[in-house]
């Protein structure tokens, strides 16, 4: 794609033929807070390296889509206090701007895509907000697994979403949910939803030859890949349930709404958790992350 800038590292991988790991940015700008960001976000890319893949984390910066960043230039985006939360509808504006910002679910697995990435690890997919029938808050990050060939791999839906109705909107667009390891579907923070997810495979490589497989059958669809977050870190469901509760009543008291929501949504929760959420979201980040560059070894291996 004209106007994507790689980095050294990534460009040469994928020249090579060798396994590459998306990451994307608004976990650093808008999810975790600093200066932990910067040093969370060298650690996933380690996490990646140390699993045999090269890692690209994506952002924009100062209007150009960015395909791995360099050390300054993470440690820039990490430091900024106005980045802006980017996904698919800003992408035009923001390069036409030049607008530096952090790329959601959706922008990042379209930049991925457009990159030659297949591969693409995150923390927690957007969904179907509680209360969407009233206001249709729903994330593009489903209208993105529907259309753009990327596969995501994540600790499930955000636990603040409403989970029945996402995954009933992933499977009415067509996205196989995968569940890695289990047979219900994770809520991010906690390892259990009492949901069950429609799918299971056990291994990267047996990810990998189902990734394949629909490619080549000419399937066009993300694949959402649901990796429950580590036992020894996930949170209590029947407390988490509690305590996002209050969370949402907390933001209709103060009128949040649209990007606003999720960010502080998350503040609340990890607030109302003494930390030990924001614990859970930097562990399961990296259980993904892992995760994410075994798959990709795995598919540059039958490749």
Request: with cysteine; proline share 5%.
């Amino acid at each position: 794609m004209t106007g994507l800038i790689f980095s050294e590292e990534v460009e040469t991988a994928l020249s090579d033929g060798r396994p590459v790991v998306a990451l994307e940015s608004t976990i650093l700008t808008h999810g975790l807070p600093q200066p932990e960001n910067l040093h969370i976000g060298r650690e996933i890319e380690a996490e990646i390296r140390d699993a045999g893949a090269v890692p690209a984390t994506i952002a924009v910066l100062d209007g150009t889509p960015r395909i791995g960043l360099s050390a300054p230039d993470l440690v820039r985006l990490c430091a900024m206090e106005d980045a802006v939360k980017l996904s698919r509808r800003d992408l035009g504006v923001a390069l036409s701007k030049g607008w530096t910002g952090g790329t959601t679910v959706a922008a990042t697995m379209i930049l991925a895509a457009k990159a030659g990435i297949e591969v693409f690890a995150t923390g927690g997919i957007g969904g179907v907000h509680r209360g969407a029938e009233l206001d249709f808050d729903i994330s593009a990050d489903l209208d993105e697994l529907a259309r753009t060939p990327v596969m995501v791999i994540s600790a499930g839906a955000k636990s603040i979403l409403d989970l029945p109705k996402t995954l009933e909107v992933l499977e009415t667009k067509g996205v196989p949910v995968i569940g890695y390891g289990t047979d219900e579907f994770p809520a991010f923070f906690c390892r259990a939803s009492g949901l069950r997810v429609p799918l299971r495979l056990d291994s990267p490589e047996e990810i990998a030859a189902a990734w394949r497989a629909g490619r080549d059958l000419g399937l066009d669809t993300g694949m959402l890949i649901a990796n429950p977050v580590p036992e020894e870190h996930a949170l209590d469901r029947a407390t988490m349930e509690r305590i996002i509760d209050d969370a949402l009543f907390e933001v209709k008291r103060t009128g949040a709404s649209g990007k606003q929501v999720t960010p502080y949504l998350l503040a609340q929760i990890r607030t109302a958790t003494g930390g030990a959420s924001l614990t859970a979201n930097i562990e399961l980040v990296r259980a993904n992350a892992r995760l994410g560059a075994g798959i990709a070894v795995a598919l540059s291996r039958s490749a």
